[in-house]
């Protein structure tokens, strides 16, 4: 029953903008702390941001503050990480998770940044 479905990604130039989507079912994204991650071919699978279940706490990794924007949407039950200044480096499979107290994962979307 618990899932989380995202989607948002492409294509983009670097310097360019894009909204990453994760709309949950079986729970209430406002009750629960998600997070984002993403995974570059090769790499680790690395956090990049996380929004707590108690009040509107965000907090981002240092290579996307300033840049990235995680946020919730309740009428929707989606959660959202706005992404700007896009680097080719953020290139990767970004993931959605919720940590607590509902434990998930989104089955990935793709982000390439590419001239």
């Known amino acids: 029953q618990v899932r989380l479905v995202e989607s948002g990604g492409g294509l983009v130039q670097p310097g360019g903008s894009l909204r990453l989507s994760c709309a949950a079912s079986g729970f209430t994204v406002s009750s629960t702390g998600m997070s984002w991650y993403r995974q570059a071919p090769g790499k680790e699978r690395e956090w990049v941001a996380a929004i707590t279940s108690a009040g509107v706490t965000a907090n981002y990794a240092d290579s996307v503050k300033g840049r990235f924007t995680i946020s919730r949407d309740n009428t929707r039950n989606t959660v959202y990480l706005q992404m700007n200044s896009l680097k080719t480096e953020d290139t990767a499979v970004y993931f959605c998770?919720?940590?607590?107290?509902?434990?998930?994962w989104g089955q990935g979307t793709q982000v390439t940044v590419s001239s």
């Open positions: 998770r919720a940590f607590a107290p509902v434990y998930a």
